[in-house]
């Protein structure tokens, strides 16, 4: 299962951590897993390369983070598309996505 968890710090959306896989289907043929690492890449280079946000962001296998030093409107645009667009595929895909919420570590 993939777990989803956006961390919330004054109110707002200050980063995402994504971990584990989807199992939907066998590697390399796992749309699920496909859709949710599209949408986190996208997500993370937005705010890293295109708004040019400050943050902590890694990514392994079955594993990514983005901690914003510092929130904003765009930034947090950008968090919450994300959280929509996880939000509804875990709604289609409920046994395979997990949606959470939590602090900054």
């Keep these: 299962m993939i777990r989803v968890k956006f961390l919330i710090g004054n109110k707002q959306l200050t980063g995402f951590e994504i971990k584990g896989h989807a199992m939907f289907a066998e590697s390399g ?4 897993c496909a859709a949710v690492s599209s949408a986190a890449f996208m997500a993370a ?3 890293t390369e295109i708004i040019g946000a ?5 990514a392994q296998d079955g594993m ?11 930034t947090e645009t950008v968090l919450r598309g994300l959280e929509l667009h996880l939000t509804e595929l875990s709604k289609q895909y409920p046994e395979n996505i997990k949606i959470i919420y939590g602090g900054v570590k």
């Design 29 to 32: 043929s796992d749309v699920v």
């Design 64 to 74: 990514m983070r983005v901690i914003l030093n510092q929130s904003d409107e765009q």
């Design 45 to 47: 280079n937005t705010i």
């Design 54 to 58: 400050k943050a902590d962001a890694s």
